[in-house]
């Protein structure tokens, strides 16, 4: 499967922001889905995901209650809502899938990823 994330940009805190991914290729319902975010001189870390089934979703502690994660088999295409936005959510933010897969906070553990998309938040 193939991942193209978009709908990065710069805000200010306290902003929303909405990312997508257009996955194509195989049959995304099969796929769980997910979003991680690397920051400058940090490690990559998982933000968010969606089981294959669509009915588990998980969130890192850091965006529990500010983001959401939601998919539309039908488009093919995840979405990653950011509400209430802080400078420590600035960081490339990429999609990625895993084969009905269920492990989701450690990296190694999603096969997919698309190219990232740059998310900056200013203070």
């Known amino acids: 499967v193939q991942l193209q994330a978009s709908g990065g940009g710069l805000v200010q805190a306290g902003d929303s922001l909405r990312l997508s991914c257009a996955a194509s290729?195989?049959?995304?319902?099969?796929?769980?889905a997910g979003w991680f975010r690397q920051a400058p001189g940090k490690e990559r870390e998982f933000v968010g995901g969606?089981?294959?089934?669509?009915?588990?979703?998980t969130y890192a502690d850091s965006v529990k209650g500010r983001f959401t994660v939601s998919r539309d088999n039908a488009k093919n295409a995840v979405y990653l809502q950011m509400n209430s936005l802080k400078p420590m959510d600035t960081a490339v933010y990429y999609c990625t899938a895993q084969f009905v897969g269920s492990s989701y906070y450690s990296a190694d553990a999603w096969g997919y990823w698309g190219q990232g998309t740059q998310v900056t938040v200013s203070s």
């Open positions: 969606v089981s294959w089934q669509g009915n588990t979703l």
């Open positions: 290729g195989r049959a995304f319902t099969s796929y769980s």
